[in-house]
């Protein structure tokens, strides 16, 4: 693993001045920010403006996983992403612009689908998880995931002109099965290729993904811990409110919870696919 | 008794659109959990598998009283107040 | 001028899909979105954010005005620019990084501090104008301008933690001399060099402003006409407040407005200089 | 009288950060032109020139009434409730 900065070197004090200024960051904060890894579960409108935020910010150690190929579709909104690398992976699209912004990160592409196999071993080589994904298996997973190794994860998800957020698992907030301890029915999920999406919507979601991330590694309490942010772009309202605590019987982070590993089979307990490409026709 | 509902995240697609209403209530809706068929029965037009499952909501809903999770408010059991905004959620996936 | 698109290209259908699909955007907003123009002044924090959402979203003709150049200091929340493209202007970074996204585009870089001699002429030849800059004497010559040519200006602006945002001089709400007949003392002006900025904070802002510019653009109400949006960044507050109507009195836009051309030195009106190299020490 | 005083957008800044403050107020200090040098002789520590310029806000404030701008509400002459939250804004110009 890689080494801790003790201090910040002379490029970073001149590259990151604009925080160093801020006296809720200093430099203190933006040591926590250069020495923190976070891991972005996904690299589309979401995952687009949280890795750039998170590059320029300077979090020295950024994965992003993503098993999907860059196509013309998501230029509408996957700014990350840029017409001459229409055919690439979009985790190595992601890192490659990451990589331009900051060469002074290290940035790592994970070209695959995250499965159980895969999620709990990669989730405990990062500190904070990004869940910019766009289904309710890989949702649970990385919920599982998160729970199973300690790590705070920063949940965001858009559909038209709507985006939800909050932060799981952190400070004594709910897990994603504490607040859905029941998957949706399948009819009743609908992905941003069957329903559409407002390309800014995923832009708002996906930099406050990175917003509240680079809170907490900057020592900063994030805002929305325990908290849901519900976004509603057409009618410009952004509305907060309080969700439940821990669920006592939640089975992933409750008194009595049975979750030892990632043994449930995410996609047949949903009913769905993790790839949408295949996922069933949405009603909803 | 009056009461505001909401419906977001989708859950307005099942209310043709409707992302807020104003209601008034038959005096045998007294909670949440009349409150619920009541509404099925009266607002929705079609698919009520899509709003309710058994006595509760279907999963992937959140219901808020206030702007705070139900949970925090008794769930079922709460006791609906004059004024009160009861919200429906409908998670969202895509990203 | 560019000649108006009557239908959308195969092209357009297959990239834009994610808006097609969306009732309230479908074909005829698309279409006003392309065959829209919009000049976005300021390729900074704020303007990096709102160039990638309207490129991508498919905006037909985009102008981007900075006199500035790139520097390592820039890339902690200008997400537009690279390390590579240090040293260049701002505003040529900004198009090549928009015209590599979206090809399909006219993307044109103003390489120059917007003054009273090219302003008016210039946002006469577009629809829409942003507000992107840092500065007064910028923001009172932007409005009189847009007032003038009777073009709405999309205006944000962020510093520390916090965000401001507002859509002036449209569908009857004020404009920015209405709301601040007066500009502010200089010592009580702090850019982001002087107090710092969280990165993100401008992202958010940048976003929104490309959303209500892309919903007039497709025949959409924009959600902030004679509304403030107020971000607060660390307690994850969104706040919405009612502002005045125009001022009957407003000497850019009211009854007896005497405002016929940019004959006031916005520069030595605000005290302060456009540039903010040279900006005097600010206190506030 | 009780009002509620919030300070935003870098005003914070002269109260020693105070974002959000609840006030009890002299009985004669009635309406927004009393109030303002009430604030500024009570709770303001210097540079009294940042926050009142004459007997108004100095350019470049916004004052807000219950979320409305206070040109809505009579600005000076607002006659305050039990109760009101009173904003001021210094208007952000960074970018
Ligand atoms: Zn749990
Ligand atoms: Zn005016």
């Known amino acids: 693993t890689r080494k801790k900065k003790a201090k910040l070197s002379r490029n970073d004090i001149h590259r990151y001045s604009r925080h160093l200024l801020l006296p809720e960051i200093s430099v203190e ?8 890894s976070m891991l972005v579960v996904g690299a589309g409108g979401l995952g687009s403006p949280a890795c750039l935020y998170l590059a320029s910010a300077g979090v020295g150690r950024i994965g992003v996983v993503d098993y999907d190929e860059v196509e013309v579709s998501n230029l509408q909104r996957q700014v990350i992403h840029d017409e001459e690398r229409v055919g690439l992976s979009k985790s190595t699209s992601a890192t490659i612009a990451m990589t331009r ?7 790592i592409a994970y070209n695959y689908l995250l499965d159980r196999s895969t999620a709990l071993d990669l989730i405990k080589q990062y500190d904070i998880v990004l869940d910019c994904s766009d289904n309710p298996p890989t949702r649970y997973l990385l919920n599982d995931a998160c729970v199973l190794a300690g790590k705070p994860l920063v949940s965001g998800a858009a559909l038209r002109f ?69 976004v509603d772009a057409m009618s410009g309202a952004f509305r907060t409110i309080r969700l439940r605590g821990k669920r006592k019987e939640c089975v992933a982070c409750g008194d009595g919870a049975t979750l030892t590993g990632l043994e449930t089979d995410y996609e047949m307990w949903c009913g769905m696919k993790a790839n949408d490409k295949t996922q069933s026709l949405a009603v909803l | 008794m009056k009461l505001t509902l909401e419906f ?8 043709q659109g409707t992302k807020k209403v104003s209601v008034t209530l038959p005096e045998k809706v007294t909670t949440v959990k009349t409150l619920l068929p009541w509404i099925r029965d009266s607002l929705l037009k079609s698919k009520p598998d899509m709003f309710m499952q058994g006595d509760t909501v279907r999963p992937g809903v959140l219901v808020l009283i206030n702007d705070a999770d139900w949970e925090l408010e008794g769930q079922l059991s709460y006791e609906l107040q004059e004024g009160d905004t009861i919200v429906f959620i409908s998670t969202l996936h895509g990203g």
Chains 1, 3 share one sequence.
């Open chain 1, 29 to 36: 904060g933006q040591l926590g920010i250069v020495n923190s």
């Open chain 1, 101 to 107: 912004i900051n060469s002074q990160i290290e940035c």
């Open chain 1, 162 to 230: 709507e985006g939800q957020l909050t932060v799981y698992n952190h400070h004594g907030s709910p897990c994603y099965r504490c607040v859905f301890p029941a998957p949706p029915p399948p009819e009743t999920v609908t992905n941003c290729g069957d329903g559409g999406v407002f390309g800014p919507v995923t832009g708002i979601v996906g930099t406050i993904q990175a917003l509240e991330a680079l809170k907490i590694a900057a020592g900063v309490e994030p805002a929305y811990c325990g908290k849901l942010l519900m």
């Open chain 2, 8 to 15: 977001t995240g989708g859950m307005e697609l099942l209310f």
